[in-house]
């Protein structure tokens, strides 16, 4: 069975830095567009990033621009996001995702163009 599990999450002060990634298991990773999202309690779960099947596209929600980086290396199977200067509304628990798209997205904060799901990590930033 294929699997998303994401690690990295934690507590930390605002400010500050946390690297979250993504790894599959159950094969490699496919050639598809992978994201990441997140869900506050009591909201719906969000787009945050999404970066497409070979690393050359990226995007990103405006709420985490300039802060944000995502990466991938196909080759160890991970998905990376870089969370710099990070705010207490940051807080929530994130997930990555694989798409069902690969190059390009006109609407990559759809959920409904993401078919595998991690288990969510939870991110807690502190003021």
């Known amino acids: 069975q294929v699997q998303l599990v994401e690690s990295g999450g934690g507590l930390v002060q605002a400010g500050r830095s946390l690297r979250l990634s993504c790894g599959i298991s159950?094969?490699?990773?496919?050639?598809?567009?992978m994201g990441w999202f997140r869900q506050a309690p009591g909201k719906e779960r969000e787009f945050v990033a999404a970066?497409?099947?070979?690393?050359?596209?990226?995007y990103y929600a405006d709420s985490v621009k300039g802060r944000f980086t995502i990466s991938r290396d196909n080759a160890k199977n991970t998905m990376t996001l870089q969370m710099n200067s990070l705010k207490p509304e940051d807080t929530a628990v994130y997930y990555c995702?694989?798409?069902?798209?690969?190059?390009?997205?006109?609407?990559?904060?759809?959920?409904?163009?993401?078919?595998?799901w991690g288990q969510g990590t939870q991110v807690t930033v502190s003021s």
């Open positions: 159950g094969r490699f990773f496919s050639n598809y567009a």
């Open positions: 995702a694989e798409a069902t798209w690969r190059w390009t997205s006109s609407r990559p904060e759809d959920r409904t163009g993401y078919n595998v």
């Open positions: 970066i497409n099947w070979n690393g050359a596209g990226t």
